[in-house]
């Protein structure tokens, strides 16, 4: 099963960096809230470049340029794709922290083209 990772950044501001692996990277975006834990909650996340895989275990300090500040693994663990679509991915997440069934449904939020909606479905 491919993986998922949370990170908590703080960085200039306290953030959460969302990643899920797909096609041999991970795809990442930043929520500006802590993720959703309960149905019924939207977070905003914005989609930002891509990762390696194995900065999916990073912890520490990133000293210089941009996102420089201190990285924890928040929440990790694999999840199960079951619908993408170029404006919705809808999977279950199977974390230590999150678990139950997820979607990002992408917006136009201030005409971003890279805003999407995090939430919990079930």
């Given at each position: 099963?491919?993986?998922?990772?949370?990170?908590?950044?703080?960085a200039?501001?306290?953030?959460?960096?969302?990643?899920?692996?797909?096609?041999?990277?991970?795809?990442?975006?930043?929520?500006p809230?802590?993720?959703?834990?309960?149905?019924g909650?939207?977070?905003l996340a914005i989609?930002?470049d891509?990762h390696?895989?194995?900065y999916?275990?990073?912890?520490?300090e990133i000293?210089?340029?941009?996102?420089?500040?201190?990285?924890?693994i928040?929440?990790?663990?694999?999840?199960?794709?079951?619908e993408?679509?170029?404006?919705?991915?809808?999977f279950?997440?199977?974390?230590r922290?999150?678990?139950?069934?997820?979607?990002?449904?992408?917006?136009n939020?201030?005409?971003?083209?890279?805003?999407?909606l995090?939430m919990?479905l079930?």
């Open positions: 099963m491919p993986t998922f990772v949370i990170h908590e950044h703080h200039r501001k306290l953030h959460w960096d969302f990643r899920l692996e797909s096609g041999g990277t991970l795809k990442s975006w930043a929520i809230k802590i993720p959703p834990m309960r149905q909650i939207k977070r989609q930002v891509d390696t895989l194995s999916g275990n990073f912890e520490g000293k210089e340029g941009y996102g420089k500040g201190i990285v924890k928040w929440d990790k663990g694999n999840y199960r794709l079951e993408k679509t170029p404006t919705k991915i809808v279950i997440l199977q974390g922290r999150l678990k139950g069934k997820y979607a990002l449904v992408k917006t939020f201030e005409g971003k083209e890279n805003s999407w995090l919990k079930k």
